[in-house]
Structures are given as structure tokens and as C-alpha cells.
């Protein structure tokens, strides 16, 4: 997953994260790549893009969170990854002109850039070192997702759960008063599965197995964590 939306921890120049396209670009070619296409808002669970569509636009997240969803032949969506401001998304399509392959799905009000492939593609040919920097964090993540799946294929459910909240509150959440911490996304057990690689009997089991040690807890029926330290221990990561 990428480093937080615009303007949170971890992020560099005028808001952009570090791991972010935007925030890998120089001045010159940011300000380029905000010029093109048409600017665009979508509130929550609206879909930027559909699984098996054309590739015929790349979104550029400007402001906001989305997640990243395949369907599967039992009827549910799950969740491969969320994608936060200044980052890239559906160029995988437009470079290899193919259908989509997943969806995604605004995950809070989102503003983007909504760039043709055509406009894309002849602005990566004039800047190719815009198109290293695109293939490097593809790369990166190919790579990130390589060794998570190795770090945590011989942990139990309740850990793999525990590292999934953390590396979410980590990056998107946001402290209440109180000193719990909301994830910033919404998240349902689905989803969570979904990430941490689990079934769902199991990812519920963990969830409820963290809410007696008091590392997490329900608000309104969204995940807080209530205890980072605790949450840590669970996770293996002292």
C-alpha cells in the first residue's frame, strides 16, 4: 500500500507521498501531468473504474483514497490494494492495451484527473523519465507484495490481521481525542480478509480475538484501533 493522502505523515514537497508518483516527479513534470485530461470529484463507493472495461484513461488521484477490487466466482470483491493522493491508477491497461483488470472504487469523496490514453501516452513519450518512474513503482510494489506474502505465510490468521490494521492506521488513520486511532478507510471484514490473506471465519475470529485484548474496538461498525502498542505485539512486530 502507498504512503498517506495529501498533506498526512510521511509525505514530502507540497503534500505529494514519497511513494507516490506525484511525489517522485520533478516540479516541471508534475505541474504537466495536473494539466492534463479534465479534473473530476466522486463521492464514496462511486467507481472510477470497472473491471473488463477499455483502458482508455488513466486516473491521477489528486485528493483522497481508492481501493482496488477484482471480483470473484463466489460473488465477492476483493480487495488487492488502496491507492492514495498522487498516485497513478489504471495505467497498467493503457500501456498494455488490455481490459481492465480490477476495479476501483472511491473509498471517501475523491478528487482526480481523468487523462485519455492517448494524452497519457504521448506526454510519457515527450517525458520518458516520467515513464521510469511509473515502472518503478509498479516494480516496487510487485516486490512489496512478493515479500509480505512470504513475511506472513507462516504466521497465524490473528497476526496477519493485526500487521494489515497497522500498516492501514499507519498510513491513513487519524487519532481521535482520546488517543484510539480510526484506519481513515472504510473497511469491511471482506475486505480485511482480503489483505491479510485469510479466510473471513478466520479474519472475523482474529478481529474478535484483538477486540478482548483491547487492541481494537467497534465505533459506529468501523474498526478503531485502541491500542497501538498492543496491536504491535499481536502482530509479532516488538
Not at 492514495?84 to 489504471?90: N, T
Request: glycine share 10%.
Amino acid at each position: 500500500m502507498t504512503a498517506g493522502a495529501s498533506g498526512g505523515p510521511g509525505t514530502t514537497g507540497p503534500g505529494w507521498p514519497p511513494s507516490s508518483l506525484l511525489g517522485q516527479l520533478s516540479p516541471v513534470h508534475r505541474d504537466e501531468l495536473l494539466r492534463l485530461g479534465a479534473g473530476a470529484l466522486f463521492p464514496e463507493r462511486r467507481v472510477l473504474i470497472r473491471q473488463g472495461n477499455p483502458g482508455d484513461y488513466v486516473v491521477l488521484l489528486t485528493r483522497g483514497l481508492v481501493k482496488v477490487v477484482v471480483d470473484t466466482e463466489v460473488g465477492h470483491e476483493a480487495l488487492l490494494a488502496i491507492r492514495a493522493s498522487g498516485d497513478l491508477v489504471g495505467e497498467m491497461a493503457v500501456l498494455g492495451k488490455k481490459p481492465r483488470s480490477a476495479s476501483v472504487i472511491a473509498c471517501v469523496p475523491t478528487s482526480v484527473r481523468l487523462i485519455p490514453a492517448e494524452t497519457f501516452t504521448a506526454f510519457t513519450k515527450r517525458n520518458p523519465e516520467v515513464m521510469r518512474k511509473a515502472a518503478g513503482i509498479l516494480v516496487e510494489r510487485l516486490r512489496e507484495s512478493d515479500e509480505q506474502r512470504i513475511a506472513t505465510s507462516t504466521l497465524p490468521a490473528r497476526s496477519r490481521v493485526a500487521r494489515v490494521l497497522l500498516e492501514i492506521v499507519q498510513t491513513y488513520g487519524s487519532r481521535y481525542a482520546d488517543d484510539a486511532w480510526e484506519l481513515g478507510i472504510p473497511l469491511n471484514n471482506y475486505e480485511l480478509a482480503s489483505l491479510a490473506g485469510v479466510g473471513l471465519s478466520s479474519a472475523e475470529k482474529s478481529l474478535r480475538l484483538l477486540q478482548d485484548r483491547g487492541a481494537v474496538a467497534r465505533r459506529e461498525r468501523r474498526i478503531v484501533v485502541s491500542d497501538r502498542t498492543m496491536l504491535r505485539e499481536l502482530a509479532g512486530q516488538t
